[in-house]
């Protein structure tokens, strides 16, 4: 069927609301390590097939479903061209390197001071702890503090819920309709977006922080685009540095409108807020499980969180003119092609007891083959580029820091992963210093 309609997808993913990725593991088993999703849309089931499609030599563009976002149209995620992509990556990877992540790890010091005082009074007053909560008001302050050089405070938001976290949320089971049914797509492209936001559930208390937020970003823009000497009063540098300097655009030396400035900056806020505060929560569970006072090595635990990273979404991409062998197999040009990060971390073949959270497989030097097949932000030149950040927050947030079951820890692929059960809560304690 599949090979003929997309419509068996469309079922699962919109109607039955599951997770394609979860079920391809047992199709794979019984077809093979290639099996058609769609008309035009193959995905790969062998580990050693991700590095074929994801590497550096590998420059080929991304496919028009997923990453036609009604919003984001210009944001580096959902650039469809290679070339495109890589001016936008080239201009924004400095903000990103190591060097420049040393440079604001005070910021996220900072936000994780305040995330543990904040978590002792909820513990005072006899709450629990909505954890996915807490870690995306984390990530969401220390996004914007490190983008914008701003903050929106949703560290100090009652029960970490501030109405933009909530307004995130709610928009993500959106997304499976959007990228299932062109139609709906379009058409939600065409809709102004103070009515999109109106049909938000409890949209009176959700839609005026998302135009908070805009108002922020849009008083910036207004600053630095008239008074550029306000750049320099900022305390690290932020995102309008790169975006806003027409020599870092070495082939068009263009500097993006004002719609295409907007784009990235909410594109970078929702990845770098969603993504990792998902990384945390998942981590936080398992963890939970384990003595972590008898774990020698921090770094195993965070490798292993990252592992379990809940990631369904098949980044797919195009195969150029010609045909290209995948893995051993002519695929025509043309041809939609992906994989599933879920089915290199799951995989038996390279992680033994799979299913299990163990860090100890990442000591006493077992990581350096495993290394290669740890992949939560992908590979080749379209790869995160956030992933310094991510490895900073990480540290800083699992050495400073029950209520739940393991259904409430199930997830859906809404190209972020949503929760729709009850989230993560616990009763946390501060850890004497």
């Not at 047992?26 to 790969?44: C, D, Q, V």
């Not at 914008?148 to 100090?156: I, K, M, W, Y």
Request: charged share 20%.
């Amino acid at each position: 069927m599949a090979g003929a309609t997309s419509l068996w997808r469309t079922y699962k993913e919109v109607v039955k609301k599951e997770t394609l990725a979860q079920e391809l593991f047992e199709l794979h088993k019984m077809y093979g390590s290639i099996i058609r999703i769609a008309p035009n849309e193959l995905h790969f089931g062998t580990p050693s097939s991700f590095h074929e499609i994801y590497n550096a030599s590998k420059r080929w563009d991304k496919d028009d479903g997923i990453y036609s976002v009604p919003g984001f149209k210009s944001g580096s995620f959902v650039l469809r061209k290679y070339s495109q992509a890589k001016e936008r990556r080239d201009v924004l990877l400095p903000m990103f390197s190591r060097n420049a992540i040393q440079n604001i790890e005070g910021l996220v010091w900072q936000n994780a001071t305040q995330l543990a005082p904040s978590i002792s009074k909820m513990k005072a007053a006899h709450y629990s702890i909505d954890l996915l909560y807490a870690f995306h008001s984390f990530t969401l302050d220390t996004i914007m503090g490190f983008t914008f050089g701003g903050c929106v405070d949703a560290l100090h938001a009652p029960g970490f819920a501030d109405p933009l976290i909530l307004a995130m949320d709610a928009t993500l089971p959106i997304f499976p309709l959007l990228k299932n049914i062109p139609w709906i797509r379009n058409l939600a492209s065409a809709i102004p977006p103070w009515l999109v936001m109106r049909a938000m559930p409890n949209a009176d208390q959700l839609a005026p922080r998302i135009y908070q937020v805009r108002d922020i970003i849009n008083k910036q823009l207004d600053q630095v685009l008239h008074t550029p000497e306000k750049l320099d009063e900022t305390a690290h540098q932020i995102i309008y540095h790169r975006m806003l300097d027409a020599n870092a655009y070495r082939k068009t030396k263009t500097v993006p409108d004002l719609t295409q400035l907007h784009d990235e900056g909410f594109t970078i806020i929702l990845a770098g807020a969603n993504t990792l505060a998902d990384t945390m929560l998942m981590g936080s569970y398992h963890a939970m499980q384990t003595d972590l006072e008898s774990l020698p090595l921090l770094t195993a635990t965070i490798k292993e969180s990252l592992r379990f990273i809940p990631s369904g979404v098949s980044l797919t991409r195009v195969v150029p003119p010609g045909s290209a062998v995948l893995p051993g197999r002519e695929i025509p040009g043309g041809t939609v092609v992906g994989m599933a990060i879920l089915h290199v971390h799951q995989s038996e073949d390279i992680f033994a007891d799979a299913l299990s959270f163990k860090p100890e497989r990442w000591l006493n030097g077992g990581h350096k083959e495993l290394d290669h097949w740890l992949v939560p932000f992908s590979r080749g030149p379209r790869a995160c580029f956030g992933y310094n950040l991510a490895w900073c927050e990480l540290y800083v947030v699992f050495s400073t820091m029950d209520r739940t079951t393991a259904e409430d820890m199930e997830w859906r692929e809404c190209i972020a992963a949503y929760n729709p059960n009850r989230h993560l809560h616990a009763w946390c304690q501060p850890v004497e210093s």
